[in-house]
């Protein structure tokens, strides 16, 4: 079950479903941020955040004298069909995460109502189908690409890496499972580009099919790490880096009881650990592995 989301973003629906209903029209003020505390409870911050969203997207401006008003122009939506209700919810996953989509929000996106969706995906589970097929489609697959399988192979391990980094909320889609990931399209291009790397080796097609899964995987799985990170902030508001902080004396304290000597050794001094410089080095001992695998194979 997805989390509900955080207060300042369901305050900006709020607010953006009222706009698009023409309960709140081009130049009319919107509830100022003292209005929002006492409507919906929240702080200060959260109800300034929540304006401050929806002048980024440019549903709302502030007019000094006036407060907040709604622009004169809504934000362009996309042509209604299947492809641009794809593109909307692509988009609204990577600002606000999985949470916030839901097939009636999405439907105030592009300004129609949530039965109009029906007529181009049959539930949301097709659509987050499409949005995976599209965000991973964007993969650059040069043909006919590196012959050699390492430069191969690692050009696709980095395709993936750029796109689950540009969309955060895909991994746990593609990852759902491993042995059977949901069927689409862009996947199976990838599948196939990479196994022509392996192409000659003499592996059997049982292991070829094992070395692309593992390397998918690990891919993924260092992917799905960062989704949940970047979902956690998006809901709370919350920065990894200052829930660290806020954890930073439990964990000293772990760390100078003596239970736990080499991971003190380890972690002293040591700077937080980024996670594209984690790919890299995974990245650099999957591919040795592999590179044993081929040697043992040819040896044999």
């Known amino acids: 079950m997805l989390a509900e989301p955080a207060p300042y973003l369901r305050i900006a629906a709020d607010l953006r479903r009222r706009i698009?209903?023409?309960e709140l029209r081009p130049g009319d003020?919107?509830?100022s941020t003292?209005?929002?505390v006492r409507d919906?409870?929240?702080?200060?911050?959260?109800?300034?955040?929540?304006l401050s969203v929806l002048g980024e997207q440019g549903w709302v401006r502030a007019v000094p004298g006036?407060?907040?008003?709604v622009a004169e122009r809504a934000p362009v939506k996309p042509p209604l069909g299947r492809d641009g209700l794809v593109r909307a919810a692509v988009a609204l996953a990577d600002a606000e995460g999985l949470a916030a989509l839901s097939m009636r929000r999405l439907a105030a996106e592009v300004g129609v109502g949530p039965m109009a969706l029906y007529r181009h995906v049959p539930d949301k589970d097709e659509l987050l189908r499409l949005m995976a097929d599209a965000a991973l489609g964007e993969a650059e697959l040069p043909e006919p690409g590196p012959v050699p399988w390492r430069p191969r192979l690692e050009l696709a391990a980095r395709a993936q890496w750029s796109a689950y980094r540009r969309h955060p909320w895909l991994a746990p889609i593609l990852l759902n499972s491993l042995v059977r990931p949901p069927i689409v399209a862009s996947g199976l291009r990838l599948v196939d580009w990479s196994l022509r790397a392996l192409a000659g080796t003499g592996l059997r097609r049982?292991?070829?099919l094992q070395v692309i899964m593992t390397l998918n995987g690990w891919v993924g799985g260092l992917a799905v790490s960062n989704s949940f990170e970047v979902q956690t902030e998006q809901e709370s508001g919350i920065s990894g880096d200052q829930r660290l902080e806020a954890d930073q004396s439990l964990l000293l304290g772990y760390l100078q009881s003596g239970r736990f000597p080499e991971l003190a050794e380890v972690l002293t001094g040591l700077d937080?650990?980024?996670?594209?410089e984690a790919f890299?080095?995974?990245?650099?001992?999957q591919l040795d592995g592999i590179g044993v695998l081929l040697g043992e194979h040819q040896q044999g």
């Open 20 to 22: 698009s209903a023409g």
């Open 29 to 31: 003020r919107v509830p």
């Open 34 to 36: 003292r209005a929002l």
């Open 40 to 50: 919906w409870g929240v702080a200060m911050a959260t109800a300034a955040k929540a």
């Open 66 to 69: 006036s407060g907040t008003v």
């Open 206 to 208: 049982r292991v070829k």
């Open 272 to 276: 937080d650990v980024d996670l594209d």
């Open 280 to 285: 890299e080095f995974g990245l650099r001992r």
